[in-house]
């Protein structure tokens, strides 16, 4: 017997769907992979196929042989989920490990809570950072760019630009070359124009709102900023901060994640100071030279809490 639910007032359709929403995600992120494919060539494709493959199908194995429940491989999370994975490696990285960080991400940090809406932290984050625990010469092993390269497991390496500054070395590209992204670091987070024409697509087309991306990136420019202003020989510009490491990625693409930010735009900008200031707290203090992963995943854990305390008037609610 088919059950009706009824749920309180205002009943609004606005006609969004997940398999909507996840595709537009998707879609927004084509001038990244683009980007990708570019700079790194077959390896990047073989690292962004393989995690999506895989990720798809954990999740299908898993509904299918443990949970039992429905099929969910084709609304667009668990390939938007391999896709983000991927962009989170290095385009170097050995098949074996990427099928590693999509069974973590799939199946520990994502269908272990109940699948799709039901996850505390961000699964391709959760990947990421477990693999890089788990295999930190090879996570931060980078290929050095060389546009349409054919090279995969035997590319040559060379340091990312936040681990540059860290070991004291003024060799640094321009802020043009890390603007278009020439320079190495993971596959999806090079190219910051390219997230941004990303930013500017979900925009247009309502999938996020602004505030957690600027929230984020206005915190640690400015954060980054004083410190630079103190002593800019031993801090890292905010130009820098901006446009290297995982931030911008980060910052547009997975903070944003539905099921695991906020739900109104002051808890938004809670959310946004907070992952901004641990960014720059572990980039400058911690072990290691990149902090946004971290930063977010904590500022996941105090989504619940953000979202108890931070609550939107009730509809018809009279301001005080």
Not at 107 to 112: I, N, Y
């Amino acid at each position: 017997m088919e059950k009706l639910i009824i749920s309180p007032a205002p009943h609004i359709h606005s006609g969004d769907s997940v398999s909507k929403n996840m595709t537009g995600v998707i879609i927004a992120l084509i001038p990244a992979l683009l980007a990708s494919l570019y700079f790194f060539g077959l390896g990047a494709l073989i690292v962004t196929v393989t995690s999506i493959v895989a990720c798809m199908l954990f999740e299908y194995l898993i509904q299918k042989y443990i949970i039992r429940g429905e099929k969910t491989i084709l609304d667009g999370s668990a390939a938007l989920t391999g896709l983000l994975l991927a962009f989170n490696l290095p385009s170097n990285l050995p098949v074996w490990i990427v099928l590693i960080g999509a069974l973590v991400a799939i199946g520990v940090a994502k269908m272990s809570f109940g699948g799709l809406g039901n996850n505390p932290f961000n699964p391709a984050l959760v990947g990421r950072v477990f693999l890089l625990i788990s295999f930190p010469v090879q996570m931060t092993t980078w290929p050095v760019v060389e546009p349409f390269s054919m090279s995969y497991l035997d590319a040559a390496t060379g340091a990312t630009v936040l681990s540059l500054l860290n070991e004291g070395s003024a060799a640094i590209p321009s802020a043009k070359d890390m603007f278009l992204g020439n320079m190495p670091g993971s596959l999806g987070e090079v190219s910051a124009v390219a997230l941004l024409i990303g930013l500017v697509y979900m925009l247009i087309r309502k999938i996020i709102t602004w505030h957690i991306p600027v929230s984020i990136l206005l915190t640690v420019a400015v954060f980054a900023g004083i410190l630079y202003l103190v002593d800019p020989a031993t801090y890292i510009s905010p130009l820098v901060h901006l446009l290297t490491g995982g931030l911008m990625l980060g910052a547009i693409f997975m903070a944003t994640d539905y099921v695991t930010s906020p739900m109104n735009p002051k808890g938004m900008w809670i959310y946004g100071v907070g992952i901004g200031i641990l960014t720059v707290v572990i980039r400058t203090w911690g072990a290691y030279p990149e902090g946004v992963s971290f930063a977010i995943l904590i500022m996941n854990g105090f989504t619940p809490l953000i979202n108890f305390y931070v609550k939107p008037k009730r509809f018809g609610e009279k301001a005080k």
